[in-house]
């Protein structure tokens, strides 16, 4: 039967040239601590993946940290910063279209006695300028928006939110799991603080990413212990992980325009096949300023879930919103901070494009998708 994988913004396969630098480096068991010749390897395979990594994103070696993913990555530059400048404010402003790795961490910092706002979003998920002007105070120290949002695709001006932080001298850090090889990141003109990354978002091995601090940025260290990532993060590092994520970034940023040219219009055939064969559909997010591989769309008068299984019958792979939520009939967060009426969030489904996904995979799903809505439009759900 037909396999068509549609969720490459839950994970993707891994590159198979990253897989077999892993499995080459799987051979070298040194400590990358030690001294003596095993360690002084393993120690190389580290430094030469951070340069690779800092050269892209246009940064000095020295302000890449290894981390165990997106989620400890954000974790840490929102409860690394906020307890390092608590001394001057205990204000952190974010948006309620993050990944639960943002939210649930300024959850947790709210409980701890940091204050919160959260800047609202316009109906195609792109947060309010003049509102997150507005709320910066005198006590505030953090601005964490993302960079690209995982469900609805939507590109965030995270430029002139940059600028605005630089100017009212807050800290900024942007979750970039998903813009990260989806659109090209140079850091030394971007001006954040510090972003978050994580390998499996671009076919590179699960369980590993990385922070960017830049240099001066004052932080606390999230993982307490021994003296690796220059102090800052504890623990015995992934060098296979490291030595995956670097090559699967270097793979996934060459030619990175081209590329998301090709799977935008993938995309966006999709996107019009589905609007024209489909009654009652409405997409979801910005029609332009959205990630190339992302499509999120609404049913009416269907339930996602009951989408997800015909489609996983029929060979496709897709989900309601984040991967997070797919074992929840929880509405999305992010659908409803956009505006989208409950009864239409609840039959949204995201269909995530990457390189490989071919014009083939793309016919079949527009070949399927209209009677599989009418079967879930017939039926009681
Ligand atoms: C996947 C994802 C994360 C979490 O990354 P993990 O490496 O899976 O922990 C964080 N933020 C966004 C936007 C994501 O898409």
Redesign the pocket.
């Known amino acids: 039967m037909k396999y068509v994988y549609l969720d490459n913004?839950a994970t993707m396969p891994i590159n198979d040239s990253a897989l077999n630098k892993m499995i080459e480096c799987a051979k070298y068991y040194g400590n990358p601590s030690s001294v003596y010749k095993a360690g002084r390897k393993a120690r190389k395979l580290m430094d030469e993946s951070r340069a690779v990594i800092a050269s892209i994103l246009g940064v000095d070696t020295s302000e890449i940290y290894f981390t165990s993913?997106?989620?400890?990555s954000?974790n840490w530059a929102l409860v690394g910063a906020a307890f390092a400048n608590a001394d001057k404010g205990k204000h952190i402003i974010t948006s309620p279209i993050e990944?639960h790795?943002v939210l649930n961490t300024c959850e947790r910092l709210n409980k701890l006695g940091f204050e919160i706002t959260y800047i609202p979003v316009d109906k195609y998920g792109i947060v309010d300028i003049d509102a997150l002007k507005k709320a910066i105070r005198s006590d505030t120290i953090l601005i964490s928006i993302?960079y690209a949002n995982?469900e609805v695709g939507a590109l965030q001006p995270v430029n002139e939110i940059a600028d605005i932080a630089k100017e009212n001298g807050v800290l900024f850090h942007t979750?970039a799991?998903?813009a990260v090889s989806a659109v090209p990141i140079n850091l030394s003109e971007l001006g954040a603080d510090m972003l978050?990354l994580?390998a499996?978002?671009f076919a590179g091995p699960?369980g590993v990413?990385a922070l960017y601090i830049k240099k001066g940025t004052k932080i606390s260290p999230f993982m307490h212990g021994g003296e690796q990532e220059r102090g800052r993060r504890a623990g015995t590092e992934n060098v296979i992980g490291v030595v995956g994520m670097a090559e699967a970034l270097k793979i996934a940023c060459t030619d990175i325009i081209s590329s998301g040219a090709k799977i935008a219009e993938k995309r966006d055939r999709l996107i019009n096949g589905i609007i024209n064969s489909i009654e009652g559909v409405q997409l979801n997010g910005h029609p332009t300023m959205r990630l190339p591989g992302n499509v999120n769309i609404s049913f009416e008068n269907t339930l996602a879930q009951s989408l997800l299984m015909r489609l996983d019958s029929a060979g496709i792979a897709a989900s309601a919103g984040s991967a997070c939520a797919s074992g929840s009939l929880e509405t999305s967060h992010v659908l409803l901070a956009m505006g989208v009426p409950q009864n239409k969030a609840k039959g949204s489904i995201r269909l995530t494009l990457s390189c490989n996904t071919t014009d083939e995979d793309i016919d079949y799903v527009l070949g399927v998708l209209p009677s599989i809505v009418e079967e879930c439009r017939g039926s009681a759900i």
Do not use: L, P, R
């Open positions: 913004a993913g997106g989620t400890e954000a990944h790795a993302m995982n979750d799991v998903q978050s994580s499996h978002k699960k990413g």
